[in-house]
């Protein structure tokens, strides 16, 4: 019996396409910044065993935890997850920014590049869905604030956000600044792994849309990455 997942084929065919991209360029990177074929072949070799192995302790853990792709992340499964492989990671809290693609794992995102001003910034895609998995307290209700938010198009919109596999509500400050609402969770003392995800109704292939451009990624939006903060004081 085959696993069940929420990917049709075509997706799955694009996702895998995009992972192989991601993987040739930070190849090509690791290659270019040797300084001998020889130190080039050695990089190449030791970037390859750390992505499977680290590749390998991800499913196990998950699998430890009994994730699975249909079901939303379970805080109480993950547990043995943070008693053995989170402590590395860093934590956030209130007045933390999170940077995506630092410190974090994430999915559905095209690999790191610069933007306006030198700042790091993520075009997602060509999933309509991407997002985040960072250690995050969540003792106390939380906003997230997606910031510098841009889309490759006016018809390209974000229509969920996700919690642990679960709709928030969300409002757009501004223009540029997408909040949510992050839930608290009341049976733990401890940050725990928290999956923040973003979906919006399509994507669209950069040069069918901007022509000047030599980009055939299918993206959807961009940004820098976002802020964790408090619920307002209640006025009353």
Avoid at 2 to 21: F, I
Avoid at 80 to 97: E, F
Avoid at 125 to 131: D, F, I, L, M, V
Wanted: charged fraction near 20%; include cysteine.
């Amino acid at each position: 019996m085959e696993p069940k997942t929420n990917l049709s084929p075509a997706d799955r065919k694009v996702l895998l396409e995009d992972y192989r991209a991601d993987i040739q360029r930070r190849l090509e990177f690791k290659a270019a910044s040797a300084d001998s074929a020889s130190a080039a072949s050695d990089r190449i070799n030791r970037f390859l065993v750390s992505e499977i192995a680290q590749l390998k302790l991800q499913i196990t853990e998950l699998e430890l935890a009994g994730v699975r792709s249909e079901q939303p992340i379970d805080n109480d499964a993950l547990r043995p997850t943070i008693d053995h492989v989170w402590p590395s990671m860093p934590t956030y809290d209130v007045g933390s920014r999170i940077s995506i693609g630092a410190g974090v794992m994430t999915f559905g995102f095209h690999f790191p590049e610069l933007g306006a001003g030198g700042v790091v910034q993520r075009w997602s895609g060509p999933s309509t869905r991407a997002g985040l998995v960072a250690l995050i307290n969540r003792t106390a209700p939380l906003f997230g604030e997606l910031s510098n938010v841009s889309f490759i198009d006016p018809s390209v919109e974000i229509t969920r956000v996700l919690i642990d596999g679960e709709p928030v509500k969300h409002e757009w400050l501004g223009e540029k600044t997408l909040r949510f609402l992050i839930p608290p969770i009341s049976n733990t003392d401890r940050p725990v792994p928290t999956q923040i995800a973003f979906v919006v109704n399509k994507c669209l292939v950069v040069q069918d849309v901007r022509p000047q451009f030599m980009d055939t990624r299918s993206v959807g939006f961009c940004t820098i990455g976002l802020t964790l903060r408090a619920p307002a004081p209640d006025p009353s």
